[in-house]
Structures are given as structure tokens and as C-alpha cells.
């Protein structure tokens, strides 16, 4: 357990001498030498006056220092004509995920992340939606933790509560108007 421990450690130090744990931009003449560099990577296209890109550029800074297994870097498109061509990049935000060099993944605007939310709302996707996404592509370790309420549901309280009120989902809907309050009391 110990030698397995030192050598995840001397990883997470070789890799963040490679540039991972930051999130940072590169141009064109780097890109080949950035993404062979690294086991995965990740390269987010975007456009600078495109709101949509800002608020994957967000996202991705948030999580680039929780997860120095990926590096992350994001390129201009209007300065990256030859890559944007080369990798059929159509759609702004566009973010490729690499492995050993090669392209395995794509994510095309919000695609996948926007699951649940009401139209109009779609760019206030919570982080943790393109965090789950970056790790069924690969390039991540992560595994989605549950919230208060749906470990609530799990407890034995929290069954109790239910069956009491008669719902399954915790949520009783039944409002107290002051009088009944007073009457208990």
C-alpha cells in the first residue's frame, strides 16, 4: 500500500511539472507537443465573445487544480484555424478529450450537461454535471457524492419522516397556518 501510495504521489508531481492542476491557454504551435505530452488532456475551443464559452471556460477552471490526472487548456479558435479544421470543430463551446494523443472524446456546446433544467436556464449547469461528463469520457477520477436530501431518503429517519407523512419523497406539501400551531401548543 505504501510503494502504491508513492508512486500515485511521484505521478501527481511529474504531472504537475507537465503544467497540469492549472487551466491555461495555448496556441497553435504548441498544441501538438502540449497534448502528446500527457497521458489526458483536454483542449477547450471557444470564441472570446461567445457567452457560452465563458461559462465552460468557468467550469473548467474550477475543476482543472481538483484534478491534476488531465491537463487542461483551451485555444482560440480564430487563431487555430488548422486544428479547428483538422478536428472538424464546428460548434463553439467545443471541449476534445485526448488520451495518448488521440481524440476520444467531444463535448459539443452542453451537451449532456444540461439535464433538467428549464429552458432558457441551460448555461447554469452545476459544475459537477461537466465533472461527471469528463469522467465517462476518461480523462478524470471522479465519482458523484449524494446531496443531504437524497441521503436523507436513505436513512432510517428519513424513511420514518416519509411514512409519516405519507410520501415517499420527504416532501410532505402540508402548510400549518398559525392557529393549529397555537392549538398544539
Known sequence: RLAQMKAQHATKIENLQKGHGRYHEICQDDFLTDVLKSKNTLVHFYHSDFENCKVIDHHLSVLAP?????KFMK???DKSPFFIQKLQVQV?????VFRDGLAVARLVGFDGLTEGLQ???FNEFKTEALEGWLAKAGCIEY???ATEAEIE???LAGQRRAMMVG??????????DA???????
Open 92 to 96: 463553439m463551446p467545443t471541449v476534445v
Open 179 to 185: 392557529e393549529a400551531e397555537t392549538l398544539v401548543q
Open 167 to 176: 410520501y415517499a419523497d420527504g416532501d410532505d406539501g402540508i402548510e400549518q
Open 66 to 70: 481538483r484534478h491534476v490526472e488531465c
Open 143 to 145: 465519482e458523484a457524492t
Open 119 to 121: 429552458e432558457g436556464h
Open 75 to 77: 485555444m482560440d479558435a
Open 153 to 155: 431518503k436513505h436513512t
